[in-house]
């Protein structure tokens, strides 16, 4: 497989409704689309990375300049006999996780077109549905927060998720359990806490939440370690798990239970192969986790998700909770049953719009072999 030429797209979109972390709060999303060419077909990539440095210290535009500068010249151009060569022929960046893995995962995509099988069979998973969670946001009220928390039960997802902060925790927690009774729950802290808030975190036990997701900070492992002796809650690494070897770090020391896999937040595909192949030998449970993608990116999730150890529902839900219309068509729903479909196509298996792609691009780049040209 040779890259004969990227394309590259810096994307705005609103969203259908703000999202708001213990970080702030976005009413729209600015990302990185990367579409590669090579034998004859195309493969679509999407960088996670947000327009700010708040959930990671890579933004669009870091993502932009590495790509730009640094590792499309390491890509384009050559040839890979498999897109697991890709991480390591970038391998002398360091860092730059959400850069390299928009690259690696559009080379996934172009492979499995090549080859004429979903993405799915070549990452090694099995599933033909995932099961789907929600992740829902900080609010204005407790009111607002329940009737979200009515509307996606309704809606079928298999587990829910609640954005916490100091100020927005137990009391959310408590009224939830109190209107909604057992349903699975988790909440996710984005680092917003540190160790001294462990007697505050302990009254999260008597909730029986499914985990606590990234409680302390975003590149801790040994506090959570501490925390996790502390208190009966499960924590869940997010932030803190972004190369194989701090996982494997981080589940020798016992900081976590469960860990959460977002492709770009560890250098794309292979990694997460390899993340979720350490976490299964440690008998450590994954779930996909989400960063607001469009269908692009969220087409890439379903299939990584479709791997054995993927055992518990993640954030991967239907297209219309984030954008309307989606960069995709049809755009991905869930089953009645709380599942999706992984697409049995070629690649990601779904249709990219590039007229909505254009319509949604502020920027847009060509770099071919020999040098780059608009
Ligand atoms: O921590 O999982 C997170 C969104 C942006 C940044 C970080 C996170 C999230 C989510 C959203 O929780 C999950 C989704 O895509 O619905
Ligand atoms: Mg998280």
Request: proline content about 6%.
């Amino acid at each position: 497989m040779r890259v004969d030429r990227l394309e590259l797209f810096l994307c705005r979109l609103p969203l259908v409704h703000f999202f708001e972390t213990s970080f702030g709060r976005t009413y729209d999303r600015t990302f990185v689309l990367a579409r590669i060419e090579g034998g004859g077909q195309e493969g679509w990539g999407e960088a996670v990375a947000e327009a700010h440095p708040y959930y990671s210290s890579e933004t669009t535009e870091t993502v932009w300049h590495i790509v730009t500068a640094f590792l499309a010249p390491l890509v384009v151009g050559r040839e890979f006999a498999h897109p697991r060569e890709v991480f390591g022929a970038m391998k002398r960046v360091r860092g730059q996780n959400m850069a390299k893995a928009v690259l690696e995962m559009a080379a996934w995509d172009l492979y499995a077109k090549i080859e004429g099988r979903p993405l799915a069979a070549v990452l090694g998973g099995s599933r033909t549905h995932i099961p789907s969670g929600v992740s829902i946001g900080i609010q204005d009220s407790f009111d607002q927060l329940l009737d979200k928390v009515a509307r996606e039960r309704d809606a079928g997802y298999q587990r829910i998720k609640i954005k916490i902060k100091p100020g927005w925790d137990l009391e959310a927690v408590e009224k939830i359990r109190a209107r909604f009774g057992d349903i699975p729950l988790m909440v996710d802290a984005n680092a917003a806490y540190d160790l001294d808030a462990g007697a505050h975190l302990a009254k999260l036990d008597p909730f029986d939440l499914m985990m606590i997701e990234q409680p302390l900070d975003y590149e801790d492992v040994m506090d959570h370690a501490a925390l996790q002796k502390a208190i009966a809650t499960p924590i869940c690494l997010d932030e803190s798990i972004h190369t194989v070897r701090i996982a494997r770090d981080a589940i020798a020391a016992g900081a976590c239970r469960i860990i959460n896999i977002k492709p770009g937040r560890v250098g794309g595909h292979q990694q997460s192969i390899e993340l979720h192949d350490l976490c299964a030998a440690n008998d450590v449970p994954v779930w996909h986790g989400g960063m607001l993608e469009s269908g692009i990116g969220r087409a890439h999730n379903i299939h990584l998700a479709s791997l054995p150890n993927f055992r518990l529902p993640g954030d991967i839900a239907a297209s219309k909770r984030y954008y309307v219309p989606d960069l995709i068509d049809p755009a991905i729903d869930i089953q009645p049953d709380g599942t999706i479909e992984v697409p049995t196509g070629p690649g990601i298996g779904v249709r990219v719009m590039r007229d909505r792609v254009e319509a949604a691009a502020e920027r847009r780049l060509v770099i071919e072999p020999a040098g780059a040209t608009q």
